[in-house]
């Protein structure tokens, strides 16, 4: 569900390529800016609820980091 969610923010937002969007994948991989990174957070909070300090997003290099942290709180 988030993976999936966050698959249509990178493709939308981010013009990243569906396929390339996978658990394993980092934000470097990616070429996600530290801007488009927050902006994403900013939007998977209103969407979730669960808040992600500046500290948090600098803890999740990959997705599956991210996506791991707000389904460990949902």
């Given at each position: 569900m988030v993976l999936e969610t966050l698959r249509l923010l990178l493709t939308d937002r981010c013009a990243c390529d569906g396929e390339e969007v996978r658990l394993a994948a980092t934000f470097d991989e990616l070429n996600i800016t530290d801007r488009e990174k927050s902006e994403l957070a900013v939007t998977l909070e209103?969407?979730?609820?669960v808040e992600l300090s500046s500290d948090t997003l600098k803890d999740c290099d990959t997705l599956e980091d991210l996506v791991g942290y707000i389904e460990d709180r949902l």
């Open positions: 209103e969407l979730y609820g």
